[in-house]
């Protein structure tokens, strides 16, 4: 809608929009900051023995990549969970992966797994978080800034061993029907009578960070203390994780259980206390900035009014053929999942692009019949209804219609090009 011309403020555009915004601002809200050139690739074992203890083999769109990146898995807490390392090209890789994309291969040699030095990972599956800076540290990107001034720890291991391990029948002594029962109901246990150290701990972990951050350096034994209140927490939360897989009991200790934790958590059922951290300031900016937003049109605001909805004229001014009036309207006050199917009659995309002109009545009357239910019933969210259904021909003939678009071909835009485009 918007590469074609529609004009931002269209009422379910606009509507849209401020629901991604809103998105946007919530992971905020969560310390969730916007870092570009950053992806999330599964993990795997370099097959071909070339890469060394700090390098990693990293494709892309366009292929392998070079240069210091940062690489992270969830749900790491521990301060080595984070490496710098140098991604490094593998001509002998090309052989092995073809032209596949976005992976990341990690090095065969190493007195432990590399992946397993990253928040305890493996190469079944895992997602590895890999942020890189192209243009090296001079532009002071933040993540350049990472880059440049990052301190290296070691990666985690435990120093605290679970109170109990597992010493029952190895698995190599079972049957294969004995061991499928075992794993499935380990899974089952796991999956609906999980334990809530996992996440005690973790909110530990973050109500003993949120109060180191605020210390300055002329309270470094307090900030001492802290830290292995901090590295105590992640022994019981990586313990914890793991404990559905080697039979141990976790417990949380009665010096990492808290009754007050950071506002920002939102716990309704527990106290907070205002936090002065950086976690703490960007929460509150962006809920100041969200009150200071006018309320979007929506269910049953009082603030919201029918002006706000507003048809394009381009569609409220074309003639519709009664018939069309009639029919859709019937549809659109009985509406059901196959109406799409419905609207174009089984015709194929590319027979749809050829024969764009025999849809358009049938659009504009969906249209003016969903926008006219709209404007009654005073909600927007109504509005997406005729996008969902007949989105590709509105757009269309608003390009045609509206932005003078005879003689040129519409076209949609992914959103990495509108990123390009605009920044």
């Known amino acids: 809608m918007i590469m074609l011309g529609i004009p931002l403020d ?3 555009l606009k509507d849209q929009l401020s629901i991604l915004l809103k998105t946007q601002r919530n992971d905020l809200k969560a310390g969730k900051l916007l870092v570009t050139e950053s992806y999330y690739l599964l993990g795997t074992v370099d097959p071909t023995g070339k890469l060394k203890q700090n390098e990693v083999c990293v494709i892309l769109e366009a292929g392998q990549i070079s240069g210091d990146v940062l690489v992270y898995r969830n749900p790491g807490l521990h301060f080595g969970d984070i490496h710098v390392l140098k991604a490094t090209y593998v001509k002998a890789l090309e052989e092995h992966v073809g032209n596949s994309k976005y992976g990341v291969f990690f090095p065969q040699i190493g007195p432990r797994s590399l992946g397993d030095e990253i928040a305890g990972g493996d190469f079944d599956g895992d997602m590895y978080f890999i942020s890189r800076n192209p243009n090296g540290t001079t532009n002071y990107s933040p993540l350049s800034i990472l880059l440049e001034h990052f301190k290296p720890s ?7 061993p679970p109170s109990r391990i597992y010493a029952g029948t190895a698995p190599s002594e079972l049957t294969p029907e004995m061991l499928e029962e075992k794993l499935f109901r380990m899974f089952l246990e796991a999956r609906f009578n999980s334990s809530n150290v996992v996440g005690a701990a973790a909110d530990s972990w973050l109500t003993i960070m949120d109060r180191y951050l605020t210390l300055g350096d002329e309270r470094a034994k307090e900030k001492a203390g802290m830290k292995r209140q901090i590295l105590k927490a992640i022994d019981i939360y990586y313990d914890a994780l793991d404990a559905p897989k080697n039979g ?13 934790f950071p506002h920002y958590m939102e716990y309704k059922h527990k106290k ?3 936090s002065t951290s950086i976690l703490g300031l960007i929460y509150d900016t962006v809920v100041s900035q969200n009150e200071e937003e006018p309320p979007p049109c929506g269910t049953h605001h009082l603030l919201c009014h029918i002006s706000e909805i507003k048809k394009l004229p381009c569609f409220e001014d074309e003639l519709v053929p009664e018939s069309h009036m009639e029919k859709w309207g019937g549809w659109y006050e009985n509406y059901k999942d196959e109406m799409e199917q419905e609207f174009y009659g089984g015709a194929e995309f590319k027979d749809i692009k050829r024969n764009l002109d025999a849809f358009y009545p049938q659009a504009l009357a969906l249209y003016n019949i969903v926008y006219d239910y709209a404007i009654l019933k005073n909600n927007v969210r109504y509005c997406g209804f005729v996008w969902r259904v007949a989105g590709r021909v509105l757009c269309d003939f608003y390009f045609e219609k509206k932005v003078d678009g005879e003689g040129e071909e519409s076209f949609s835009a992914a959103g990495s ?3 390009k485009l605009y920044g």
Do not use: Q, T
């Open 417 to 419: 090009v509108v990123k």
């Open 154 to 160: 070691e990666p985690w291991v435990s120093s605290s």
């Open 272 to 274: 907070s206390f205002n």
């Open 10 to 12: 269209e009422p379910h």
């Open 248 to 260: 141990a009991k976790v417990y949380l200790p009665l010096d990492l259980k808290f009754e007050s």
